[in-house]
């Protein structure tokens, strides 16, 4: 085994598989599943659990993985969770085919194994109240105290346990425990809960059951009957591995599928818990699950980032035996060379300042050639209108620039990028406020596509968007949701609502962009050329009111943002 991030194909889980594939364990044959809880939308982490879950399965010969919805819960669980739950899988680039179980569907059979538990002396109903039980199960230190109702007859356990599911009492008055050892060190082994009354509605199956079984009953048990080989699942079910094998052992399950576990993921400057995702959902921090700053799989995918780059991503980060927090830096390098291949390159304005050309004549109007994409001759060229009148970014322009300032300035000359050499002539300012409100330039034709014939040069090359052809915009731009890179709450008791960014939303509604780029297909990604990738968002984007989000930076502001702490 190892412990620590290796490379997939080398990693401990798949040394383990491989090993018992070579040793014919279970005929050689390799059964997984992803086991989700209706009960949120996915995140990046499950991304993790699924990529592990079906890639495992595509690798060896045979290999299935099933989709299992762990829905004993009936009251936090949703069908609206079942049908992101799925899409999100598939978008993801998975497939169970004719696999998709639900816990629910096995509630019968479970129910059956738990009579049998009762019969063999290995399960009784318990009456104390929740409060009760919590205080006979003893402390880290001390072994608990066995329940008053542990030597019931068999007889009388099955008679209370068939009342509870005919629903003669009320929810909490009676549980359905393990007969284990309450002076195990384990408290996971402590006569565990195996069903509890709940008078509650299920999205499958109605009003069918008021009781319902407890996940480390249910898990096991699905496990073994949809014939699981490997059932791998995150650190914090390391002391609950003793109860999964004793249910099984204890029932004499013949098919004995195996738990294993490996670390979460944990991303700096996000949550990855769903009681938190609900919360940020439930307050209105974000618009939606699907906000494009949520570390959802559906908020991701509206960001613009696309399915190989997750996939990426979960390979790169690898399995480990032990919990650590991923740089969010690493998934956004991730993002950015997956979108540097495929994403086409076009030219919008962010603040517009605009910019009139002084010697071009006024009803003139030249298309230009400009490349698609550098990386990718394949992608072609596109026609950029050119006109007397263009903007350019604010920031490209200072009055009085500092030395290494070589953007545009007074007296100075500039690239346009496909265009010409401009050079700067007059400032125009509002008189009132002093506020500059247009630039007033000169452009020499005999630099037309970028090139001085007398080989002068300049040192800067500026985006732009023709003043008459472009189409006006709104572009989101998104920082981070944390500020801080352990948003987990703190030891002051300050929950992690109080670490919530302020300004990780800026909306900017006067943004100009070249036509071609109003025609983006929304879902569809472009770079901004000096500013980053952009996505045409999904849900809002219309072609006469394009809305872009900011998928990623061109460059890494995580390395300054650290800088600027230190
Ligand atoms: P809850 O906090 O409600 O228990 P959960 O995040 O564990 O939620 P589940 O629906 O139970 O959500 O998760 C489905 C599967 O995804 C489980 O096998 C779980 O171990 C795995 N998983 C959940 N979060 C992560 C994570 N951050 N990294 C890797 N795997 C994860
Ligand atoms: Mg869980």
Not at 247 to 256: G, N
Not at 367 to 374: D, H, I, K, L, T
Not at 534 to 546: G, L, M, N, R, T
Request: charged share 30%.
């Amino acid at each position: 085994m190892t412990d620590s991030n290796t490379p997939p194909g080398l990693d401990f889980i798949r040394t383990m598989i491989s090993e018992d594939v070579a040793a014919g364990k279970h005929n050689g044959k390799v059964a997984t599943r992803f086991p989700p809880e209706p009960n949120g939308y996915l995140h990046i982490g499950h991304a993790k659990s699924i990529c592990l879950n079906f890639g495992v399965a595509r690798e060896y010969p045979g290999g299935t993985c099933n989709l299992r919805f762990d829905d004993t819960n009936p009251e936090k669980e949703d069908t609206e969770y079942v049908e992101s739950i799925q899409e999100d899988i598939r978008w993801l680039g998975f497939d169970w085919e004719d696999r998709l179980h639900f816990t629910s569907d096995y509630f019968e059979k479970l129910y059956q194994y738990a009579e049998q538990l009762i019969q063999m002396g290995k399960a009784y109903v318990c009456s104390l109240s929740a409060e009760e039980v919590r205080e006979y199960r003893g402390t880290l230190t001390e072994p608990g105290k066995e329940s008053p109702f542990r030597n019931r007859s068999v007889e009388e356990n099955l008679s209370l346990f068939q009342r509870m599911r005919a629903g003669e009492f009320a929810d909490g008055t009676h549980l359905l425990r393990a007969k284990i050892d309450m002076a195990s060190p384990n408290f996971v082994m402590r006569d565990p809960p195996l069903y509890r009354i709940r008078h509650a509605h299920h999205h499958r199956t109605g009003d069918q059951w008021c009781i319902y079984p407890m996940y480390d009953y249910a898990h096991c048990l699905s496990d073994a009957m949809e014939g699981i080989t490997h059932s791998l699942c995150t650190l914090e079910f390391e002391n609950n591995r003793p109860l999964y094998d004793w249910i099984l052992d204890t029932l004499k399950i013949s098919h004995r599928p195996e738990q294993t576990e490996f670390a979460r993921l944990n991303l700096t400057y996000t949550v990855l818990s769903k009681r938190k995702l609900i919360a940020l959902v439930q307050k209105g921090y974000v618009s939606g699950w699907d906000d494009p700053r949520m570390p959802t799989i559906s908020g991701i995918r509206r960001r613009g980032v696309s399915p190989g780059a997750i996939r990426n991503f979960c390979d790169r980060i690898g399995l480990a035996k032990r919990d650590s927090r991923v740089d969010m830096a690493l998934l956004e390098h991730c993002v950015r060379e997956d979108l540097n291949k495929t994403a086409p390159r076009m030219m919008g304005v962010l603040r517009p300042l605009k910019v009139v050309i002084e010697n071009y004549p006024e009803d003139q109007t030249e298309v230009m050639e400009a490349v698609n994409n550098p990386e990718d001759p394949a992608m072609g060229t596109r026609k950029v209108p050119f006109s007397r009148e263009i903007y350019i970014e604010q920031e490209d322009f200072m009055e009085d620039p500092p030395k290494k300032f070589f953007r545009l300035a007074p007296g100075k000359e500039v690239r346009l990028r496909y265009a010409y050499f401009i050079t700067c002539t007059k400032v125009i300012k509002d008189e009132r406020t002093g506020e500059i409100k247009e630039l007033r330039c000169t452009y020499d034709p005999a630099t037309r596509g970028g090139d001085a014939p007398d080989g002068r040069k300049v040192k800067a090359t500026l985006h732009w968007v023709s003043a008459t052809h472009g189409v006006c915009a709104t572009v989101r731009l998104y920082n981070s949701l944390f500020t801080t890179e352990v948003p987990d709450g703190d030891k002051e008791g300050r929950d992690f609502l109080t670490f919530i960014n302020p300004q990780s939303l800026e909306v900017l509604s006067n943004c100009r962009v070249e036509p071609a780029l109003a025609d983006l297909a929304p879902g569809s990604i472009c770079q901004f050329e000096r500013l980053g990738y952009f996505c045409a968002d999904a849900k809002d984007s219309k072609p006469d009111a394009p809305v872009f989000n900011r998928t990623v930076t061109l460059r890494d502001d995580w390395a300054k943002i650290q800088k600027k702490k230190e």
